[in-house]
């Protein structure tokens, strides 16, 4: 069974700068997906960042980029020039790749790091 | 519709009682999740359905919750004898293709649930 895990609670940073959020992760898996969402104070998640386990690139989109480390099984998230509304629940979560037999691609979630922004 | 909804966004039921959960996914989304958020985890998947059919209901805790889609569009979540176990956020999320291929998933509001 994959296990997703997220050893920061809570972080915090000040407005402008750069905050980094860390996860690992368990699988036998050799291909698989990553995400990281964002689940503010008004519950909806929001998707920031997704990134696929064959492509050695790691994904940016914006402020937001990751470190993966595949051999590690290491997913950390980079926010940068950090702003007031990134003030939120950041999620990391993961998804098999739909395989043969067609298993359900539900995501399984870390329990979260607190990250506040502080003006 | 722009997003995912969901209702009611509270729900507060006694211990005993039925409650039904809705979700209506994004228009033309074929794949619709449930999961449940206790407070301060993260989300554990409950259900997984492709259209109308149910594909996936391994992470239902029991036979008194149960989920339907029967015209592949909007699901309820219905919970029979509510526990205090129950609390938590209920979450439906979407996606436009088969469940696949790491397709994002896109989540509505939640509905809290309160069981006194």
């Known amino acids: 069974a994959q296990t997703v895990t997220q050893s920061q609670p809570e972080m915090s940073v000040q407005e402008a700068e750069t905050v980094t959020l860390s996860c690992t992760y368990d699988t036998s898996e050799s291909n698989y997906y990553l995400f990281w969402y964002k689940q503010p104070p008004s519950r909806q998640m929001i998707l920031v960042i997704r990134?696929?386990?064959?492509?050695?690139q790691n994904a940016t989109e914006n402020r937001f980029s990751v470190n993966f480390q595949k051999a590690a099984k290491s997913f950390s998230l980079k926010i940068s020039d950090s702003q007031l509304g990134d003030t939120a629940m950041y999620f990391c979560?993961?998804?098999?790749?739909?395989?043969?037999?067609?298993?359900?691609?539900?995501?399984?979630f870390g329990t979260g790091t607190l990250l506040a922004v502080q003006p | 519709g722009a997003g995912v909804s969901q209702s009611p966004r509270y729900k507060v039921a006694k211990r005993g009682q039925d409650v039904a959960l809705r979700c209506d996914p994004i228009?033309?989304?074929?794949?619709l999740f449930w999961y449940q958020q206790a407070l301060g985890q993260g989300p554990e998947f409950l259900t997984y359905?492709?259209?109308?059919?149910?594909?996936?209901k391994s992470g239902l805790p029991s036979d008194r919750f149960f989920a339907e889609r029967p015209e592949g569009s909007v699901s309820t979540l219905k919970i029979q004898r509510t526990q205090q176990e129950d609390s938590a956020v209920y979450l439906c999320?979407?996606?436009?293709?088969?469940?696949?291929?790491?397709?994002?998933?896109?989540f509505g509001d939640g509905t809290r649930l309160s069981i006194l």
């Open positions: 990134q696929e386990a064959y492509k050695q």
């Open positions: 359905f492709q259209n109308e059919a149910q594909l996936d």
């Open positions: 228009s033309g989304h074929v794949s």
């Open positions: 979560a993961f998804m098999k790749e739909r395989g043969y037999g067609g298993a359900t691609n539900k995501l399984i």
């Open positions: 999320a979407s996606s436009l293709h088969v469940s696949g291929q790491g397709q994002p998933q896109h």
